[in-house]
């Protein structure tokens, strides 16, 4: 079931990647709601919002390392994980794999989710940065809990 919903998560990322590629590439950004959020095509050749531009041999190292790490946590160690701890590896996996065949494939990370909050733009984003978020955060809650039983 985790492998499934690994593969699921990847896909759905590299799809809407394409689908941005294939319609938004050299276009307008497509505003979806006005003054809060459109797709706008953004080639990121850095890492999270964009720092260290131009460091793909350092990403690639990174990035498969911390691939590594998070399959022998979610296999290695899968009988050890409560269910959230295993859906929050997934959507960590799957987010750092989405961006990483992008890294390979194209040598940069395509960014497409862009809000306003109060007239002040966000950082673009993708689905797999989404994932990777999301997971952190199941993660820390998931660590916080388990702590406050311990104690």
């Excluded at 990322?13 to 006005?34: C, F, R, T, Y």
């Excluded at 809060?36 to 953004?42: A, D, G, I, K």
Aim: net charge negative.
């Amino acid at each position: 079931m985790v492998s499934i919903l690994l593969i699921a998560l990847i896909a759905l990322d590299q799809l809407s990647k394409l689908w941005v590629l294939a319609n938004l590439k050299g276009a307008e950004a497509m505003e979806i709601i006005p003054n809060f959020f459109q797709l706008l095509y953004v080639e990121n050749r850095g890492a999270a919002f964009g720092i260290l531009q131009d460091g793909r041999p350092l990403f690639i190292v990174i990035t498969l390392a911390v691939i590594g790490g998070l399959v022998y946590g979610l296999y290695g160690k899968r009988h050890e994980l409560s269910r959230v701890m295993e859906i929050a590896l997934v959507l960590i996996l799957a987010g750092a794999i989405g961006n990483f065949i992008d890294r390979l494939r194209l040598h940069y990370v395509v960014d497409f989710l862009s809000f306003d909050f109060f007239g002040h733009p966000f950082a673009v984003f993708n689905l797999a940065d989404s994932m990777i978020v999301i997971g952190t955060l199941l993660l820390i809650i998931q660590l916080f809990l388990k702590e406050e039983k311990a104690s």
